[in-house]
């Protein structure tokens, strides 16, 4: 992600600080903050007092929660949200002179939140779950979209910038991110009602029936018996429950689980072959694609050699 209009060389001049040094964009009612950090360092602190939600830029952190004590890979490509309230401490274990560490958080106040939710459960319904568009306050970190990374660079360019149509443009902006937002929780949601209840009717089922059979090719007219809908009600309903077409969402699940393997220490060859890709070139290509980096730049940046 480039921070546009705002280069590195300008944000050390304007520095105060080795360790998350901080530079602020005010919006409405939102606020962009670029963080550089030019030393390792350990157990540096953040708080929320709005909803933040980070990305990576550049380098890797380490973010420890009262869930992962021993402290999560944050890297580029990946959004971490902190709800209101919420603390956390982070690492730096690469950050250097040459090399800092950056990150940008956007502030997003609870009162729009709560707008944009009572507007989601007004035009839109998720029917499978008894579940409300209401924002749970939990952190999520997880890969984001190459829409989300999109969308994120469109907002730092406005945020950095004096466009005549800032505000009204980034009013569009924080409101797009917020449904993003909401969407991955209702997917969540989803996911997990999937796994307690696979059979609870047709769209769980082909969910379920895909999830088990990761590594086989894709079978339409196997997902519609499974459904027991036409092919087009099977896409329309992918569409709206997920966002994505069926064959999409299990290329999802396959690189997903690619990218923890070789997380988890195995090889790039290994994990395109364990998860249902018959070409290297291609997986490298699609991985590239979907997380911003290939998949031998990913192993070095989750610390495998």
């Known amino acids: 992600m480039q921070i546009e209009k705002l280069s590195l060389s300008k944000r050390?001049?304007?520095?105060?600080?080795?360790?998350?040094?901080?530079?602020?964009?005010?919006g409405p009612d939102s606020e962009l903050s670029v963080y550089d950090t030019y030393r390792a360092a350990t157990g540096v602190g953040l708080a929320a007092e709005?909803?933040?939600?980070?990305?990576?830029?550049?380098?890797?952190k380490v973010m420890h929660d009262l869930r992962h004590q021993e402290g999560e890979l944050f890297l580029p490509h990946e959004?971490?949200?902190?709800?209101?309230?919420?603390y956390v401490e982070i690492d730096f274990p690469d950050a250097k002179e040459e090399a800092p560490t950056?990150?940008?958080?956007?502030?997003?106040?609870?009162?729009?939140?709560?707008?944009?939710?009572?507007?989601?459960?007004?035009?839109?319904?998720l029917e499978i779950v008894d579940h409300s568009w209401e924002y749970q306050p939990r952190i999520i970190h997880t890969h984001h979209t190459t829409d989300t990374q999109k969308l994120l660079?469109?907002?730092?360019?406005?945020?950095?910038?004096?466009?005549?149509?800032?505000?009204?443009?980034?009013d569009l902006g924080v409101t797009e991110l917020v449904i993003r937002l909401l969407r991955e929780q209702g997917r969540d949601v989803l996911l997990s009602y999937c796994q307690r209840d696979p059979d609870?009717?047709?769209?769980?089922?082909?969910?379920?029936?895909?999830?088990?059979?990761?590594?086989?090719?894709?079978?339409?007219?196997?997902?519609?018996?499974?459904?027991?809908?036409?092919?087009?009600?099977?896409?329309v309903e992918f569409k709206k429950q997920l966002g994505c077409?069926?064959?999409?969402?299990?290329?999802?699940?396959?690189?997903?689980?690619?990218?923890?393997?070789?997380?988890?220490?195995?090889?790039?060859t290994d994990a395109c072959y364990s998860f249902g890709f018959n070409d290297l070139s291609h997986f490298s290509r699609r991985f590239t694609r979907f997380f911003g980096c290939s998949p031998s730049q990913y192993r070095l940046q989750s610390g495998n050699e």
């Open 12 to 26: 050390r001049e304007k520095r105060q600080l080795l360790i998350e040094n901080k530079l602020r964009f005010a």
């Open 50 to 60: 709005q909803l933040l939600f980070c990305g990576m830029v550049s380098g890797r």
């Open 79 to 86: 959004s971490y949200v902190m709800p209101p309230g919420d």
């Open 102 to 125: 950056t990150c940008l958080t956007i502030e997003i106040s609870k009162d729009r939140i709560s707008k944009i939710s009572e507007r989601m459960r007004d035009l839109t319904k």
């Open 153 to 170: 660079e469109k907002m730092v360019s406005l945020y950095t910038q004096n466009d005549p149509d800032k505000e009204i443009m980034l």
């Open 200 to 235: 609870a009717n047709g769209i769980t089922a082909a969910i379920h029936y895909l999830e088990q059979n990761l590594c086989s090719p894709l079978d339409v007219e196997q997902l519609c018996r499974r459904a027991c809908m036409s092919r087009s009600r099977l896409y």
């Open 245 to 268: 077409t069926p064959g999409e969402f299990q290329q999802q699940l396959r690189l997903k689980s690619a990218a923890e393997a070789i997380r988890g220490g195995k090889s790039v």
